[in-house]
């Protein structure tokens, strides 16, 4: 991360504000990508601009188009005397002056005429953009890329309304940063490291000082066991049961000469921590699906790293584990004097290490018995999405940390999508009949105005006298379309009429927003680091709003 | 411009864009995303002022910046990356602070619209007042890594921005910071007092001797540590000399520095029984004795790697030696001005808050967290930049379409919660009638002891800290027209020691406060009270029949809180000697954001149209979520 090279800056100052979201491994992973934009409108360039910024590895940019006189007026990096040049050569250019450690590269071709000529164009990109695509363009393109699972991004930017699909066949993520995680604390399975421990600690014999300082969790697990003697070893399991162990740590609380109870915070704290802590340690339902997933049951010398990761998860919960996922190994903060902080907090640490160097040892057999041990040389660049043979132990404890936040994304395909059985009727009907304000409408009217071009070969409204005469027509259109799923509802004739006003025009703080949407999103794919939004999202400018759906 | 565009922005919408006259506050993150945006959206008058220069940490984002502009002006060179793109626009860029009596009630009302993109409380409090002074509507904006907030600001219409109380500034009591830390955050604030003592400016209450007016130690056993220390040796005698003078003596001799930081003054400490009855007691180091290395990781980045206590010992001495060089070269009576960005500066805090840590027992952390700490990092990255943007551009065109009325309050989530929603915007919400800004007569109370509150304090920690104002004047309304504080220079610096009963002021007083370039006045009435709760110095409350009960509260609450450091509850309890630090704009907003994401979804969930089953079930389930909802800094 120290290296110097490109700006001449230390990366470390450089990104140090980024750092502190998706770490060096996120960054490096960022460092590593290759990134390609189709078509370098207002909206194309302000995502790779905020993928640029952070130090993607490189970009290159596909366009076939001149720079016109709108171009230059609502996109930043075109100038005037730019027009009538190469859209994608001069965009390359001043994109690149943006960070010297990225890399910039353009074709001066359309991406029909390349699928046309290359179809393998498309292989070595870690992530495809692709803006204002025609259906068949498009669905060819998505056709390639669905076949190599690089993911693709649709994105468009219309009017007042924005649009983004994210299309990849198998999309898996270590790191989901869930808003709300339980901590992993084991008190209803303890590990003998924590029985050990804890029950060292004589809680009669203490000092006061001690007595008070004694970390919850040890209260905790000190009460639980002796809940269990009297409830055949079943950890409270509702609310009354919680209550009546809150009442029996209560009573742990000392007294003072006068039979006054101490003020002991730590028991309080043992209180408060009764609902949250004690837990039934159970696999999430999310990576139980993972292992049931044939990819997971039938791993080859072909399988994803992740996969690999994943059966030897499975393997060691059904062995070493006895049932449980490792041990996360983290314990919050609490009152404790720090000597038994820290050695609580070993405890935990050591289990987790055990759990750690007992996966390790699987995957490493696994990939012996794929004949798979012997370190591969893997270009960087393109190992986010095809399978390697040497596992870092980073990555393994980064997969052990987030065991139970692991998370796969399969969207549906562009072909799914557009197919005339396979399209979702019952979402989009379920739009079509909701009140005013939905956003999906939008999405209806985006295929509608592409019905349009189709028949027309112009946008509706594209001169400011066609937008009355236009909406009739765009409104047949739509009957068209809708009737082609196999819907009978039809759309407000005031949303038509705003479609059409629109014409087809690339607003720039529409396109500044999709920019920062898209671009978060890619750097999700990236990093593998949090959910991508599957697998559509539509945003309502003028009123602000935003919903995501599956099609 | 785009022809098109002409249809999008229907009407006499354009030619309103075109003519209006937009001021930009802030030349940072948002800042450089609202000035491209305006222009490609055919504004074609605006005036932008930031106080800051360009720093290599703003690059990640601050997309009108190159390397080559580091140091330089942010809002001069935004101005000129926009016009290099765009020759057409007439923009304006002022390197000053929005607070200065230069942009007075006049300037403000000039401008169409005032568009936010600051990054701390105390300019939003004042451009608040500016546009409310000169009505004038108001976009105010924050980010805060994946989160973001817009929300819309027009007098008698709207909230203001102070409407809300906001939650405290989060502050440390001295005696935590000096005589018995807990957490790292403890050690590092100490850390950066040290440094401010050795070479920045001297501020009394940033003291890092061993505090013997701990509200712990009874009268007695403080008096009898301070016997125990009456010493006056070289060492012992700092306690009266500064700091600054004794360690300029020992020509900043690192072994003397560090035997007396970490070992005489901790002996000290523990000499102080009562501090250690139910503590860790701390273990003072000798430098020439220090832990042996267990060499660790070593192969890791310098950055991320824990330093040993040997280690810390060795940066130590490098940087006094570096530092005090850096001091030399400031001349006679120059000083250092601690910075985040400082390699060495870091290091110092770095190094001496570990080893501080160490001593204490607390978790020593390395030099990536303490930058996070020290400077109070806020994660910014250009993408929610680009989106908050995006969104202020959209309120303000609805502004200028004349449908302030369709504005909202739009809150950005990490990720699209469990209602599929990425935004969530929210109706605007009227103003509040007692708000102590906006209301037609904004009245508060003051509660301290008059006998022992002093006139300065009034002024800088009531009206200019608390309440927001620049440049007071304050008049008694006791028919003479007595006035204690001017914001002329020379004319009432001599009460500034004095008692507020020096003047007769007592219980009920009314006070006329005004702030001339704020175009604001307050009447404050005093409640005199002998003693405040948690050794408090002051109290501002709306009215007074908001004190009786919150009184009663307090007592019970402290009635039933133990006093033995370390927690929340400690802080509360001794706020006499409260300690400031300095950026926690950056944390609080992100705290400000995640709880206002988090508590709007359920305060303000009515302006959505979800049915109320499904919508307490989210407030459950954030509610269960509990604290762990932060950002996640990995
Ligand atoms: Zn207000």
Redesign the pocket.
């Known amino acids: 991360m120290a290296e110097t090279k490109g700006s001449g800056l230390d990366k470390n100052n450089k990104y140090d504000r980024q750092l502190r979201l998706w770490g060096d491994h996120g960054q490096s992973a960022l460092e590593a990508a290759r990134v390609c934009l189709i078509n370098a409108t207002a909206t194309g360039t302000e995502i790779l601009k905020n993928v640029i910024l952070p130090g993607i590895g490189s970009f290159t940019i596909v366009d076939g188009h001149k720079v016109r006189g709108e171009d230059v007026g609502n996109n930043f990096f075109l100038l005037a005397d730019s027009i009538g040049k190469s859209r994608a050569q001069v965009a390359t250019e001043l994109l690149g002056e943006l960070n010297d450690d990225v890399t910039g590269n353009f074709v001066e071709e359309s991406v029909e005429t390349l699928l046309e000529s290359n179809p393998d164009y498309f292989s070595t990109f870690s992530v495809v953009v692709a803006i204002n695509l025609h259906e068949k363009a498009l669905l060819q393109l998505g056709g390639v890329l669905w076949e190599k699972n690089i993911p693709l991004l649709v994105c468009r930017c219309y009017g007042f309304i924005g649009y983004l699909r994210l299309a990849v066949r198998e999309h898996t993520i270590v790191e989901s940063h869930p808003d709300s995680a339980l901590e992993d604390l084991r008190l209803d399975r303890p590990f003998p490291g924590l029985q050990t421990f804890c029950d060292s600690l004589n809680m009669e014999t203490m000092t006061k000082k001690e007595h008070g300082h004694t970390p919850w969790l040890v209260l905790l697990y000190k009460y639980v066991q002796e809940w269990k003697k009297t409830h055949d070893g079943q950890i409270p399991k509702n609310y009354k049961e919680k209550n009546m162990l809150k009442e029996m740590i209560r009573k742990g609380i000392r007294q003072n000469e006068e039979g006054v109870p101490e003020l002991e915070e730590n028991f309080d704290e043992a209180v408060t921590h009764v609902n949250s802590a004690l837990v039934t340690t159970r696999i999430p339902s999310e990576v139980q699906a993972l292992f049931d997933d044939p990819c997971c049951t039938n791993i080859n010398s072909e399988s994803k790293t992740f996969w690999i990761l994943c059966r030897a998860l499975h393997d060691f919960v059904h062995n070493e584990g006895n049932g449980d996922l490792p041990l996360r190994g983290t314990i919050p903060d609490m009152t404790s004097d720090s000597e038994r902080y820290i050695q609580l907090q070993n405890v935990y640490r050591e289990q987790a290490a055990t759990d750690m160097t007992a996966i390790r040892n699987r995957v490493h057999a696994l990939l012996q018995s794929l004949g798979r041990d012997e370190p591969v040389f893997v270009d960087p660049k393109v190992s986010h999405s095809s399978p390697c043979g040497a596992v870092s132990d980073n990555e393994i404890k980064t997969f052990c940390r987030n065991a139970a936040f692991l998370r796969l994304v399969r969207c549906r395909s562009l072909a799914e999508e557009y197919g005339t059985n396979t399209v979702n009727k019952d979402e989009l009907n379920m739009h079509l009949e909701s009140e005013e304000g939905d956003d999906l409408l939008f999405y209806i009217l985006l295929r509608g105005v592409d019905r349009f071009y189709d028949e027309y070969n112009r946008y509706p409204g594209r001169d400011n006298s066609d937008v009355e005469p236009d909406i009739p027509k765009l409104k047949t259109c739509l009957t068209k379309l809708l009737h082609d799923w196999g819907l009978s509802g039809t759309v407000k004739e005031d949303y038509i009429h705003e479609m059409c006003r629109y014409g087809a025009s690339e607003v720039h703080s529409i396109a500044s927003y999709m920019g920062g949407v898209v671009a978060q999103e890619v750097i999700k794919i990236l990093t593998t680091q949090f959910v991508p939004i599957n697998n559509t999202y539509v945003y309502n400018g003028f009123l602000q709003t935003s919903t995501t759906v599956q099609l | 411009m785009a022809a098109t565009l002409k249809g999008v922005l229907q009407g006499s919408l354009a030619d309103n864009v075109k003519n209006s006259k937009i001021l930009v506050v802030g030349a940072g993150g948002i800042g450089c995303e609202v000035l491209k945006d305006l222009v490609l959206t055919g504004f074609k008058t605006i005036e932008v002022i930031d106080l800051d220069t360009i720093d290599v940490s703003n690059l990640n984002r601050q997309f009108l910046f190159r390397k080559e502009h580091v140091k330089k002006s942010k809002s001069q060179v935004a101005r000129e990356s926009v016009l290099k793109f765009n020759p057409d626009v007439d923009i304006k860029a002022y390197h000053d602070s929005v607070m200065s009596p230069d942009y007075d009630v006049n300037f403000f009302k000039q401008f169409t619209l005032v568009l936010n993109a600051l990054d701390n409380r105390a300019a939003r409090n004042h451009v608040n007042r500016m546009c409310l002074a000169a009505d004038i509507p108001l976009v105010e904006s924050g980010t805060a890594g994946y989160l973001g907030q817009v929300t819309v600001i027009k007098k008698g219409l709207t ?2 921005y ?2 809300q109380p906001k939650p405290p500034q989060k502050t440390f009591p001295g005696c935590t910071i000096r005589n018995t830390p807990s957490e790292p955050i403890h050690c590092v604030v100490w850390a950066k007092h040290l440094f401010n003592q050795l070479f920045g400016e001297d501020d009394p209450d940033q003291d890092v001797s061993p505090d013997t007016e701990d509200p712990e130690l009874t009268a007695e056993a403080g008096q009898s540590a301070l016997q125990s220390e009456a010493k006056t040796d070289e060492i012992g005698g700092i306690e009266r000399k500064s700091t600054r003078v004794w360690a300029m003596n020992t020509g900043y001799d690192p072994e003397k520095l560090f035997n007396k930081l970490f070992r005489d003054d901790i002996k000290y400490l523990l000499s102080m029984e009562t501090l250690w009855k139910k503590r860790r007691p701390p273990q003072p180091l000798n430098m020439t004795q220090l832990p042996s290395d267990t060499d660790g990781n070593s192969s890791a980045i310098r950055d991320q790697r824990q330093w040993s206590v040997k280690e810390c010992a060795n940066v130590f001495s490098d940087c006094l030696g570096q530092l005090k060089k850096e001091l030399a070269t400031q001349g006679d009576g120059g000083m250092l001005v601690w910075d985040k960005d400082d390699e060495t500066a870091l290091d110092f805090v770095a190094s001496v808050a570990n080893i501080r840590a160490h001593i204490f027992g607390i978790a020593m952390k390395t030099r990536f967290d303490i930058k996070s700490m020290a400077g109070n990092i806020i994660p910014a990255i250009a993408t929610t930049n680009a989106i908050i943007a995006g969104l202020i551009i959209m309120e303000a065109i609805k502004i200028l379409s004349g449908k302030i009325k369709s504005c909202k309050t739009v809150y950005l989530n990490r990720v699209p919660n469990d209602r599929n929603r990425l935004l969530v915007p929210c109706t605007l919400d009227p ?2 009638p007692k ?1 102590y ?3 037609p007569k904004p009245e508060v109370t003051v509660v301290v002891n008059c006998t022992r509150f002093k006139v300065g304090a009034l002024q800088d920690k009531v009206l200019k800290s608390y309440l927001g104002m620049v440049a007071p004047d304050v008049e008694i309304d006791d028919g003479k027209g007595t006035i204690i504080i001017s914001s002329e220079e020379g004319e009432t610096e001599e009460n500034n020691d004095k008692f507020l009963s020096d003047f007769g002021i007592r219980n009920g007083t009314r006070l006329k406060c005004d702030d001339f370039l704020q175009v604001y006045s307050l009447v404050v009435t005093i409640a005199h009270v002998e003693k405040l709760e948690e050794e408090k110095e002051f109290e501002v409350v709306g009215d007074l029949s908001e004190l009786q009960p919150q009184e009663e509260q307090q007592q019970a609450a402290n009635g039933s809180k133990p006093h033995n450091g370390g927690d929340k509850a400690d802080e509360k309890e001794e706020e006499d000697d409260l300690m400031l630090i300095e950026e926690e704009e950056f944390e609080e907003e992100q705290q400000r954001m995640e709880e206002e994401t988090r508590t709007t979804r359920k305060r303000k969930a009515s302006s959505e149209t979800e049915p109320t089953t499904k919508r307490s079930k989210t407030a459950e389930a954030q509610a269960a979520a509990g604290d762990n909802d932060v950002i996640e800094i990995s």
């Open positions: 909230e203001c102070e409407c103003p509040n708000c800004v906006c209301a």
